[in-house]
């Protein structure tokens, strides 16, 4: 089946969001939403999610999965106002587990943060399927940016998170912790697999050199042909080399911190203190 899909792209953040809606009835999924966060005042925002329920309620749309392709690290996820809003079950990779240990003891968080994977609704592993009414989602486990990324293959759509990039922009860094480009090579094959007609939307767009507009959707065969770190075959020691050297000239993400704290948690904040006031951390030296 095609998927009737629908982008919202947050400039500040440079992330595309995706309304995935079965064309032939009102079930629809969310996938890689955005909370907006000015670091400079420590404040929320709900504008780039009020759009999507917007959207989602002028279709009389029936939200059953809020779907995250990996733990965040430039953008806070919307999914608990949206699943209060509109419903439906937050679902991650099943790898969150190594995500929340890892951050879990960079932030000091204490026995009280349970790294179980039980603030989200599904836990996806490779091979598992769900549904969106009558449109079929199969997962792939795609690491290598992080142990936690997932492709979410609905019918002849590919949801690829921050794995791949539009074609002349390449591919994304793997030196975060858990990530590997030697991993990257690997899930991006997988990727490369399914039919060269698959549409592929990517997690970010950050314009090109000599491209004037965003983009987020190309196919499986332009990446092939096309993607400027992993087309035409290039085999998996230039990948790994390229990509390390890349990674090695790039600093944080900008909101990596409070990023991390919260999407490792399913978009929720830290409880609050016994004021009522919700407090993120800024470890020293440790990212």
Request: proline content about 6%; some cysteine; hydrophobic content about 35%.
């Amino acid at each position: 089946m095609t998927p009737d899909v629908t982008t919202f792209f947050d400039e500040v953040t440079n992330t595309a969001s995706y309304v995935v809606r079965d064309p032939s009835g009102r079930a629809a999924a969310i996938i890689d939403s955005v909370l907006d966060y000015d670091p400079a005042a420590g404040r929320t925002d709900t504008s780039s999610a009020d759009r999507i329920i917007a959207y989602i309620r002028a279709q009389d749309l029936d939200v059953q999965w809020i779907l995250e392709t990996h733990v965040h690290a430039d953008h806070l996820s919307a999914a608990p106002y949206l699943q209060e809003q509109l419903g439906g079950k937050i679902g991650i990779g099943k790898n969150i587990t190594i995500v929340q240990d890892t951050f879990g003891k960079v932030f000091n968080e204490g026995t009280e943060f349970q790294r179980d994977g039980s603030q989200f609704d599904a836990l996806f592993d490779e091979g598992d399927s769900f549904h969106i009414g009558q449109l079929r989602g199969d997962v792939l486990h795609t690491p290598g940016h992080t142990p936690a990324c997932l492709t979410y293959v609905i019918g002849n759509a590919a949801f690829v998170g921050d794995t791949l990039f539009m074609p002349d922009y390449g591919t994304a860094r793997c030196d975060f912790p858990g990530g590997s480009s030697e991993t990257m090579y690997r899930s991006i094959q997988k990727i490369l697999a399914l039919p060269d007609e698959t549409r592929i939307f990517v997690g970010h767009d950050y314009k090109a050199p000599n491209r004037d507009d965003y983009a987020w959707e190309t196919t499986v065969g332009e990446q092939k042909a096309l993607n400027i770190h992993i087309g035409a075959g290039k085999p998996i020691e230039d990948f790994v080399a390229m990509r390390d050297a890349r990674d090695a000239t790039l600093g944080p993400p900008r909101l990596i911190l409070p990023s991390l704290q919260v999407n490792m948690r399913a978009g929720q904040f830290p409880d609050p203190d016994e004021q009522g006031d919700v407090f993120l951390k800024i470890p020293v030296n440790k990212i």
